[in-house]
């Protein structure tokens, strides 16, 4: 049983940067490419970001390139999203999500993620 616990959300001004860290427990971080998530109201979660297990590669959605940075500590067990010039439409609530270990690399598409968080609420206010 894999955990995952995201923090680091909160209500900030557009222009603004946070942080988001996601904790894993109960299977070996290093043996699974890591994604983050999100979900607006009333829209459906889309892909954010993903890693590959080593960290020596990395996808973006076209709507956070340049502004969002994923990164990941083997040593830690955590996974990061530094997010800058935050954005009114980049509100929602992020997940992260571990990815099956059977693959080394990392994935834009749901299905391929086997264990989710909770989710943490990223408010940008404009």
């Known amino acids: 049983q894999v955990q995952l616990v995201e923090s680091g959300g909160g209500l900030v001004q557009a222009g603004d940067s946070l942080r988001l860290s996601c904790a894993a427990s109960?299977?070996?971080?290093?043996?699974?490419?890591m994604g983050w998530f999100r979900q607006a109201p009333g829209k459906e979660r889309e892909f954010v970001a993903a890693?590959?297990?080593?960290?020596?590669?990395?996808n973006y959605a076209d709507s956070v390139k340049g502004r969002f940075t994923i990164s990941r500590d083997n040593v830690k067990n955590t996974m990061y999203l530094q997010m800058n010039s935050l954005k009114a439409e980049d509100t929602g609530v992020y997940y992260c999500?571990?990815?099956?270990?059977?693959?080394?690399?990392?994935?834009?598409?749901?299905?391929?993620?086997?264990?989710w968080g909770q989710g943490t609420q990223v408010t940008v206010s404009s």
């Open positions: 890693i590959n297990r080593s960290g020596g590669n990395t």
């Open positions: 109960g299977r070996t971080f290093s043996s699974s490419a």
């Open positions: 999500a571990s990815r099956r270990p059977q693959y080394y690399s990392e994935s834009h598409r749901m299905g391929d993620y086997d264990y």
